[in-house]
């Protein structure tokens, strides 16, 4: 009977994994299998699977779900047959052969996000990723009514990123209880005040909030938008203790992490969000964390931290993709954007420049006007910078997007599309034509330019662009352009009808041979994209 059963169970895997015998390219390939252990099967039993395609070899660690189930998911990044074995200490776990077929991916399967051309992204199927996303912190944490809410806002908008922590956050405007957790609970006490104080088995996970968070990521993924998720963050303040576990808390934490989401296509790792404030984490911590996430990610998502304001990380260590920056300063200037990207040569993101809203707090009282014109400073400067909203008009129950999601309340966020249609439109990313002097013009190499006025207002504009073009071809005398006039706030874009044709260089600029004016319309933040034309 015994043979029977074992025959019985074997056969019952085969046929769970026969049902994937074929995955897109980028998706998930997922092996189940199942044991009973009497011990700890979140720290005493080890999973792990090799999957090889002719050359390339990947080692990818499964995980404990709970209900005596063992997963294991990897994400094919070729097409073609790939062959697998499992690894494990325990009999049931061990030396599980089988292969699948990875296809190629759909249209809307764009692949995994990764660094492009030294400052810029590009997904792996080859398209460009203009990485314009917005905040909303703890919304995965609210009811359910608001998730569902977030994941229609969201949908309506042209965001294509958006942060968010797997904790939950404790915090002035974010006082829910989350219904989830993610350890187990081993007791709850009472302090000298009758406080109850929650206490966790830190070597016991709770699979059903990592579940629930693997839920709504897929949803995000299927909206096109990526899940910057903050591993830790300093918003608990002794409510619940996630922002103070010992180090071995913390890197078993990574591990699961990293091996529950590591192949889901839209994940990027941040750290923190303002780590400089999660006082039981010295710098080396950090640094021992991040590279704990990148060893267990065999795929190697982007990867950063994110400071408080003005307070820059390491961002130079190979571990680091990208600059995450809090910091409003260098897109309020002309020319400062660009200062990050030419100290770290790395895209740089100002993941929180403030926020539209209307809070006592400066920095959560932008207007919609304001909030855009930052966002188009950071791109004509070669850099990016992420929307955010702060509307209060109740109490802390109001849902305020960038803490809890719900409904988009302001103005900005549809300006955020029309830009994103416009650099896509594009394709190719900008980056300043001329860095150190010309601090309006950006381009994207192909003989497109974009320049923009910003706050600036004026009826003409003598038709003129820098000889330099970054890295690439200078413009020449009679190079022939059209112009069109992109109003920014109006989501509107007006063809000049003139041709523009260039004389000789003149002080590192070339104009119009005859000196031709563009007409504007006497407004602010209006930008023009200038195009060559060829015959």
């Avoid at 995965?140 to 956050?169: C, S, W, Y």
């Avoid at 629930?212 to 963050?233: C, M, P, T, V, Y």
């Amino acid at each position: 009977m015994k043979y029977f059963l074992t025959f019985v169970f074997s056969c019952l895997i085969l046929v769970k994994l026969l049902a994937q015998h074929t995955v897109e390219q980028w998706n998930r390939f997922e092996i189940t299998l199942s044991h009973r252990s009497k011990a700890n099967a979140f720290t005493d039993v080890h999973f792990k699977a090799t999957f090889t395609h002719k050359d390339t070899s990947y080692t990818v660690t499964g995980f404990y779900d709970g209900n005596d189930t063992f997963r294991l998911r990897f994400m094919p990044t070729k097409t073609g047959v790939w062959q697998f074995v499992t690894q494990s200490n325990i009999a049931e776990l061990n030396q599980k052969h089988g292969s699948f077929t990875c296809i190629d991916a759909t249209a809307s399967n764009k692949g995994m996000v990764k660094v492009s051309d030294g400052y810029a992204f590009r997904y792996a199927n080859g398209q460009p990723f203009f990485p314009l996303g917005t905040t909303s912190y703890a919304w995965v944490h609210m009811d359910e009514a608001i998730q569902e809410q977030t994941l229609q806002t969201l949908q309506q908008t042209g965001f294509n990123k958006l942060r968010m922590g797997v904790f939950p956050k404790n915090y002035d405007l974010v006082k829910e209880e989350p219904s989830l957790f993610p350890y187990e609970l081993k007791e709850v006490k009472k302090d000298a005040k009758g406080k109850e104080i929650k206490v966790w088995d830190y070597t016991k996970f709770n699979p059903a909030f990592f579940q629930h968070l693997e839920q709504r990521i897929e949803q995000l993924q299927k909206l096109g938008i990526e899940a910057d998720l903050i591993i830790f963050h300093p918003y608990d303040k002794g409510r619940w203790g996630f922002d103070a576990m010992p180090m071995e808390a913390n890197l078993r934490y990574v591990a699961y992490l990293t091996a529950r989401l590591s192949a889901f296509r839209n994940i990027w790792w941040s750290l923190a969000n303002e780590y400089d404030y999660v006082l039981s984490k010295s710098e080396a911590d950090w640094h021992t964390l991040i590279k704990a996430v990148v060893q267990n990610d065999p795929y190697r998502h982007l990867c950063s931290i994110h400071g408080s304001t003005a307070h820059y990380f390491d961002y130079w260590i190979p571990e680091i993709t990208h600059v995450s920056a809090q910091d409003e300063a260098p897109v309020m200037h002309w020319g400062a954007a660009s200062i990050a990207r030419n100290i770290y040569h790395k895209p740089v993101i100002y993941d929180e420049v403030g926020y539209e809203g209307n809070l006592k707090q400066r920095w959560g009282r932008y207007s919609g006007e304001e909030m855009n014109y930052l966002i188009w400073m950071g791109i004509i400067g070669g850099t990016y910078v992420t929307h955010g909203e702060a509307y209060l008009f109740k109490d802390q129950r109001d849902t305020i997007f960038w803490a809890k999601g719900g409904a988009l309340k302001g103005t900005s966020w549809k300006r955020v599309g029309f830009l994103r249609k416009i650099l896509e439109e594009l394709n190719a990313p900008v980056e300043p034509a001329d860095i150190s002097r010309d601090y309006q013009t950006a381009t994207n190499g192909k003989g497109v330019y974009l320049i923009y006025l910003g706050k600036a207002m004026a009826n003409k504009w003598l038709f003129n662009l820098p000889h330099k073009n970054a890295s690439f071809p200078r413009p020449t005398k009679g190079n022939r352009y059209k112009v069109e006039i992109i109003d920014t706030w109006e989501m509107s874009i007006a063809s000049v009808p003139a041709t523009f044709e260039l004389a000789d260089v003149h002080d590192y600029r070339l104009y119009d041979k005859d000196l031709k004016y563009v007409r504007l319309p006497l407004k602010p933040y209006l930008a023009l994209r200038i195009t060559e034309i060829h015959e």
